[in-house]
């Protein structure tokens, strides 16, 4: 408490303070990480449809598809063409999935060709069509001809 010849130690100065704060860094498009773009289950959408990020349908789409993640849920349906990154089907898509990972829950109802570089189907999963392994399945695929043969 009280010390006979010794200095009291001084507190470490502080840095000042600005006058004017930095304003907060702007987000980018591309660097935005929000939550997922919602299509609940009482809507229907006629037309394309397309996301910078993640897409969670669980109405009625007619039209094609894109986003970077997508998941169609157990009351979705997606009748058209679907390009993502990442798909998982609980739902019914009628049409080409082209995606990079594509996984078929159980429950799911695919009816169309699949091209990915990575596949999962689950148990119970319905899947009517044709799988094609691609290194770059989100790159354009040819049109596919009338006697069955691509090449």
């Given at each position: 408490m009280f010390t006979k010849g010794k200095t009291p130690e001084a507190p470490p100065p502080l840095a000042p303070?600005?006058?004017?704060q930095e304003p907060a860094p702007k987000r980018t498009a591309a660097g935005t990480r929000?939550?997922?773009?919602?299509?609940s289950a009482d809507v229907k959408i006629v037309g394309s449809v397309s996301s910078q990020g993640e897409l969670d349908i669980n109405g009625q789409i007619e039209g094609d598809v894109r986003a970077t993640a997508l998941t169609i849920g157990?009351?979705?349906?997606?009748r058209g063409e679907v390009i993502a990154?990442?798909?998982?089907?609980?739902?019914t898509v009628e049409g080409r999935i082209r995606g990079r990972k594509v996984q078929l829950c159980t429950g799911a109802k695919v009816r169309g060709?699949?091209?990915?570089?990575?596949?999962?189907?689950?148990?119970?999963?319905?899947?009517?069509?044709a799988v094609k392994h691609a290194q770059d399945p989100m790159?354009?695929?040819?049109?596919?001809?009338?006697?069955g043969s691509q090449y």
């Amino acid at each position: 408490m009280f010390t006979k010849g010794k200095t009291p130690e001084a507190p470490p100065p502080l840095a000042p303070k600005p006058l004017l704060q930095e304003p907060a860094p702007k987000r980018t498009a591309a660097g935005t990480r929000a939550g997922p773009s919602i299509i609940s289950a009482d809507v229907k959408i006629v037309g394309s449809v397309s996301s910078q990020g993640e897409l969670d349908i669980n109405g009625q789409i007619e039209g094609d598809v894109r986003a970077t993640a997508l998941t169609i849920g157990e009351t979705g349906a997606v009748r058209g063409e679907v390009i993502a990154e990442q798909v998982v089907v609980r739902g019914t898509v009628e049409g080409r999935i082209r995606g990079r990972k594509v996984q078929l829950c159980t429950g799911a109802k695919v009816r169309g060709d699949i091209f990915h570089a990575s596949l999962a189907i689950e148990p119970n999963a319905i899947f009517e069509g044709a799988v094609k392994h691609a290194q770059d399945p989100m790159a354009e695929q040819p049109p596919h001809q009338p006697n069955g043969s691509q090449y």
